[in-house]
Structures are given as structure tokens and as C-alpha cells.
């Protein structure tokens, strides 16, 4: 068995490899929106908040994976129009912000609410992620909430399996119609897990 542990949150000197983490897992989604990669990862280098983010760490200390999630306090992705206009210009800000408020999700009182998970290529198998998801639900329960809910979209259909093993139950898929030619994916899936 592989060796890592959890805690929460994440230094200023791993922002760089938690955004990495991050882009590699939802750039397939994202990618056409807040590409090239190289702005992209500087992009969310700046806008992660790890207060709002469990890590995982190999027996080196190295980053090996991610959980975020968002309550009404803030998000692991947040970041506002400002932040956008900073590394795509006012005009770009113009445009994506809209884009990225369409995958918004409102927060529900007793709900801990996923924001993304992703697991370093090198580390999958290690049960990292069944870990980083496990360390979510523990933090629902400390937060005294009864639901964790995440959204999985069509493409992904490894984290869906995870999700489904954990005890996740599927809600029906919402279709995003024409919004697929920009976003990568053609649906997602609201799942959730009762504490």
C-alpha cells in the first residue's frame, strides 16, 4: 500500500502544483474557455483559496491530490470578474465571466457543496481520491450538514464510478444544448450523499 496523507488546505509554494492538478482535471471542460494552458494555470494560481481545500500528500510531501468545496463563505475556485480581467484582459473578462457564472451552482443550508476533486496521474490507484472524498464527507458531518452533493459531467465517466462505489445517488442529467461546442460536454449529472 502506498503511503499519503491528508490535511486541509495547502501552502503558497504548492499553488502552483494544486492549479496544475486542477487545470489537468478540468481542462477538458474548461479548456476552450479559459485557455492556453500556460494562462490558465497562472489564472488559478492565483484565484485557489486553500481554506476551502483538503489535500493529499505522498510520503515526500508532495502533492498528490486535491478536494475543494464551496459553502456561503467562499470556494476552492473563486475568484470574480477582476481576477478574470487580470490574465484575459476587461474585454475577455467580458465574455468568460457570464460563461463561467452559467456553471455556477447555488448553494444549498445544509449541503456541503463539491468543488472538483482531482488526483495527479502518477498517484491514481493509490485510493487517494476515495480518501479526498471520504475527508469531504467528514467535513459535511463536522459542519453538522446532511448532504454533500457534487456534479459529474458525461465525459468523466471514471469520477461517476467513484461516486456511485461511495455511496453517491444520481439525480437526473441537465443537458447544456448548444453550450457543448464551448464547454467540452454535453451533460452532467447532480449526485448526492447523505451524511
Given amino acids: ?27 477538458a471542460k474548461l479548456g476552450r474557455l479559459l485557455g492556453p494552458d500556460e494562462t490558465a494555470l497562472a489564472f488559478f494560481s492565483q484565484i485557489i483559496t486553500p481554506k476551502f481545500a483538503i489535500t493529499a500528500r505522498d510520503a515526500t510531501g508532495k502533492v498528490i491530490g486535491v478536494a475543494g468545496f464551496k459553502t ?30 452559467l456553471l455556477e451552482r447555488e448553494i444549498e443550508e445544509d449541503t456541503l457543496l463539491m468543488d472538483g476533486i482531482c488526483v495527479d496521474s502518477t498517484a491514481r490507484g493509490w485510493g487517494a481520491g476515495t480518501a479526498l472524498l471520504g475527508a469531504i464527507k467528514a467535513e459535511a458531518a463536522a459542519r453538522n450538514l446532511t448532504h454533500v452533493r457534487l456534479d459529474v459531467i458525461d465525459i468523466n465517466p471514471r469520477a461517476r464510478a467513484l461516486y456511485i462505489r461511495e455511496g453517491f445517488v444520481a439525480g437526473p442529467p441537465q443537458n447544456i444544448g448548444p453550450l457543448r461546442l464551448l464547454f467540452g460536454f454535453s451533460s452532467s449529472t447532480p449526485m448526492t450523499w447523505t451524511v
Avoid: Q
Fill in 1 to 27: 500500500m502506498i503511503n499519503f496523507t491528508l490535511s486541509k488546505g495547502f501552502s503558497d509554494a504548492e499553488r502552483r502544483v494544486v492549479a496544475r492538478l486542477y487545470w489537468g482535471a478540468f481542462s
Fill in 72 to 101: 456561503s463563505k467562499g470556494a476552492l475556485t473563486g475568484g470574480g470578474m477582476r481576477d478574470i480581467a487580470r490574465y484575459y484582459g476587461w474585454f475577455g473578462a467580458l465574455w468568460r465571466g457570464p460563461l463561467l457564472a
